[in-house]
């Protein structure tokens, strides 16, 4: 996402003092700052009864708020023109407190609008303030750098503040004139916004965001994942994943050559003891496709499940062929090491007695093809994510071909979180 820069400043609204003025009022017309004048609104907010009033009150704060928004997109502005100009000289721009600014302009902005929009103290209603909204929606575009700066500076409650106010500013009233449909950047920040409110399990907030995002062709597969997520996290109960599990029956049946679905399908399925219906759904797939991805991942989990070892390995190597992408790789390619290890292991538990040269000679075979898969799966796994899936079986090759003093064994241990 890039910043944008406007060409034009806002025009600030303006707060005059006349005779009739509550005293709480004038007193909060006269404030030189953001802070005072909200400090001051605070106090006598329940003094003031005439909701004109109020009005007023909260239009001289988003006043204050835009005087600091103008200015430091002025320095935004020259900086970004004398650039153009090739000249020197970069002003500094106080982009927290822009930011800030923003912030504020929305917030006094909608109390504006719900007090301009309630009846006066003669009981009439007579909106003042309806170039606010006209103003306010060309500032849209700064939330979402907000959203952008809050990223970098680590601060997820507030980028997911901005970014997210961003999503919910296309359907607010005072906005109704302008047509949604031609904002650009609303699919592709309700992506990042869904992300945030499935982080701070606001389910109710994902699933309007999630919605949007997955209009964006771009992040369509991805948003559907986060959808997916976002419906598996609110089950508390046996009955919630029923009802979990006919939606994305729902799903699939629109859908079905998409992977996501059916994995998680087949896995919610399964979970639930339904593993003939979620094995139906399998084999379906996999005879109108033998090369379904999806079907040949959930066949091989069926498989290992059974601790039928070796067909799960079969069914997961073909499906490594087919893998996207690292993360996918990673996991198969554990997989189909742990499959290796655990029919290795099931082998050796079952010799009475200590082990001749020729029978090690043989289950060596088997640890170490589950060891290239397991080392495969390390390599490719950079951040170590998914550590859990391939770093203790590694181990326990490692301490059956080379001995529990072996430098890969050792290693292995390590990663594993294996004492020695």
């Given at each position: ?29 006269k404030a030189q700052t953001y802070a005072e004048a909200l ?382």
């Amino acid at each position: 996402m890039k910043k944008l820069l406007f060409a034009a400043l806002m025009l600030l609204s303006t707060s005059a003092v006349f005779a009739g003025d509550s005293e709480p009022l004038k007193a909060i017309l006269k404030a030189q700052t953001y802070a005072e004048a909200l400090d001051l609104l605070k106090a006598n907010l329940a003094q003031i009864t005439d909701n004109a009033e109020k009005a007023r009150a909260y239009d001289k704060l988003y006043e204050l708020a835009m005087k600091k928004v103008t200015a430091e997109q002025a320095v935004q502005l020259e900086n970004e023109t004398n650039k153009q100009m090739g000249k020197d000289g970069n002003k500094p721009v106080d982009e927290k407190g822009l930011y800030e600014a923003v912030g504020q302009a929305f917030d006094a902005a909608a109390e504006v609008e719900k007090y301009d929009n309630m009846p006066n103290a003669k009981g009439k209603v007579k909106p003042r303030y309806t170039n606010i909204a006209d103003q306010l929606y060309t500032l849209r575009g700064q939330l979402i750098n907000g959203g952008i700066y809050y990223q970098g500076a680590k601060d997820d409650a507030n980028a997911y503040k901005y970014l997210a106010r961003y999503v919910d500013s296309a359907d607010d009233p005072m906005f109704a004139k302008f047509d949604k449909s031609k904002d650009q950047n609303l699919n592709e920040i309700a992506y990042f916004a869904t992300y945030y409110a499935y982080q701070n399990k606001d389910y109710k907030k994902a699933e309007k965001y999630v919605a949007y995002a997955m209009q964006n062709k771009d992040r369509a597969k991805d948003a559907q994942q986060l959808q997916l997520a976002i419906l598996g996290a609110q089950l508390k109960s046996r009955q919630d994943s029923i009802n979990y599990a006919e939606k994305l029956a729902g799903i699939y049946a629109k859908d079905p050559e998409n992977d996501a679905i059916l994995t998680t399908l087949t896995s919610t399925y399964s979970a639930l003891g339904m593993q003939d219906k979620a094995e139906a759904i399998v084999h379906e797939a996999l005879a109108k496709n033998p090369n379904s991805y999806g079907a040949l991942v959930m066949e091989g989990q069926f498989a290992s499940q059974k601790k039928d070892y070796e067909k799960a390995a079969d069914y997961l190597t073909k499906a490594l062929a087919q893998a996207k992408d690292d993360n996918a790789r990673v996991a198969i390619n554990a997989s189909i090491g742990q499959c290796w290890f655990y029919k290795a292991q099931e082998r050796v538990a079952a010799v009475k007695g200590v082990l001749s040269p020729a029978a090690r000679a043989q289950f060596n075979e088997v640890y170490n093809k589950a060891i290239s898969y397991l080392e495969t799966a390390k390599k490719l796994d950079v951040m170590k994510e998914q550590k859990s899936a391939w770093a203790y079986p590694l181990y326990g090759c490692y301490y059956f071909v080379k001995g529990p003093q072996a430098p890969e064994t050792l290693n292995a241990a390590a990663d594993a979180g294996v004492q020695q």
